[in-house]
């Protein structure tokens, strides 16, 4: 068992060094060494360091520059996926709503009104701006209002890129979703 720290010369002289590195070397012609002919010498891995000092901390920086250059994507990745899949969310409520409240209202004119406007709720709820949007109402049969009719409302969503400025302008999105949604008109009111 050697000790944690070998500080007597018997053990250094026997080739024993702190780190627990020994190298054999021959002695110099004429000297009989105590141990076998050969003597404690530096480190195989130290005597490479001198080569590498000037490289210190270069592993931190290329990790770092990996990182960002892989991470930086990924994650701009993940929030756009984000944007998408809060859309779809936002677009399948709103046109559900909008044809729960279009089969309410008395006529065709205030279903629509307030249809429109239930899609305007639903997406701001969700964040997404009116000018993205647009809301298209069908009829079967052609009276919306008719007992027994169905009213088929599709709300078109454009979600654009994240963080891009003048998106609008660029016309750069990530997507257009759209979804339907219909609702039977009851026969007693």
Do not use: W
């Not at 000790?3 to 007597?8: D, E, L, N, V």
């Not at 627990?20 to 480190?43: D, H, L, Q």
């Amino acid at each position: 068992m050697l000790p944690s720290s070998p500080s007597t010369p018997a053990l250094v002289s026997r080739g024993f060094r702190r780190g627990g590195c020994v190298a054999a070397t021959p002695e110099p012609a004429g000297r009989i060494a105590p141990n076998r002919g050969t003597r404690p010498g530096p480190c195989p891995a130290a005597a490479g360091a001198d080569a590498t000092a000037g490289e210190r901390g270069s592993a931190v920086v290329e990790f770092t520059f990996l990182a960002l250059l892989l991470m930086v994507p990924l994650v701009y990745f993940i929030i756009t996926v984000g944007q998408i899949q809060g859309g779809a969310f936002a677009v399948v409520g709103a046109a559900d709503q909008a044809a729960k409240v279009y089969v309410a209202q008395p006529d065709a004119q205030s279903g629509r009104a307030a249809a429109e406007q239930a899609v305007m709720l639903a997406l701001a709820d969700y964040g997404h701006p009116a000018d993205n949007a647009s809301m298209d109402a069908s009829c079967q049969p052609s009276d919306c209002l008719a007992p027994g009719s169905a009213v088929t409302i599709t709300v078109h969503l454009t979600v654009p890129l994240p963080f891009v400025p003048f998106s609008d302008s660029l016309q750069l999105n990530a997507s257009r979703l759209d979804a339907s949604a219909t609702q039977v008109v009851g026969r007693f009111r």
